[in-house]
């Protein structure tokens, strides 16, 4: 099986981001965390409640997971999805999976992003956007509030 190529400039395992969330070493608003997953806001992220879902294990791509934990992985994002889509009072929501650097993999660790939208943005992608630390962790508190009902 071919190697999916990241630039240099991904760094390796212990310069992932995402592994340094995992071990709380860089802060993140986290939403959801079970032994194996964890789910939080993304920092940059195209709407409100825009929420990441990785394993807590290292793997640059999909390919580097057993089948049966990326079927856990969407298990978990679905879990979230329900979570963030009453908390933010969406209309539907899109899960994006990106693997590798050509398809703008920004991260080189496992991860599926939980996208909110709304009606009004029916058809359209929008730019990333920024969020206050007040607001973010108030959208974090709102989907920690839904995932606790689940």
């Given amino acids: ?3 999916i ?3 240099s400039a991904m760094g390796g395992p212990g310069d992932c981001i ?3 969330i995992v071990s709380r070493e860089a802060p993140s608003n986290v939403v959801y965390e079970d032994d194996r997953y964890i ?9 409100k409640g825009h929420t990441l879902v990785c394993p807590k294990e290292h793997g640059e791509t999909i390919w580097d997971m057993k089948e049966h934990d990326i079927a856990d992985l969407f298990q978990v994002a679905s879990r979230v999805s329900k979570a963030v889509v009453s908390a933010v009072e969406a209309d539907g929501f899109r899960f994006v999976q990106n ?3 050509a398809a703008n993999q920004v991260v080189a660790h496992v991860h599926v992003h939980v996208i909110p939208v709304k009606m ?3 058809g ?3 730019d990333r956007r ?3 630390p007040a607001q973010m962790e108030e959208i974090a508190r709102l989907v920690r509030e839904e995932m606790a009902k689940t």
Avoid: Q, V
């Fill in 120 to 122: 009004e943005d029916k």
């Fill in 99 to 101: 693997n590798g650097e």
């Fill in 130 to 132: 920024r969020f206050t």
């Fill in 124 to 126: 359209r992608f929008s």
């Fill in 1 to 3: 099986m071919r190697k």
């Fill in 39 to 47: 789910a939080f806001l993304d920092i940059y992220p195209f709407s």
């Fill in 5 to 7: 190529p990241f630039s």
């Fill in 18 to 20: 995402f592994c340094k």
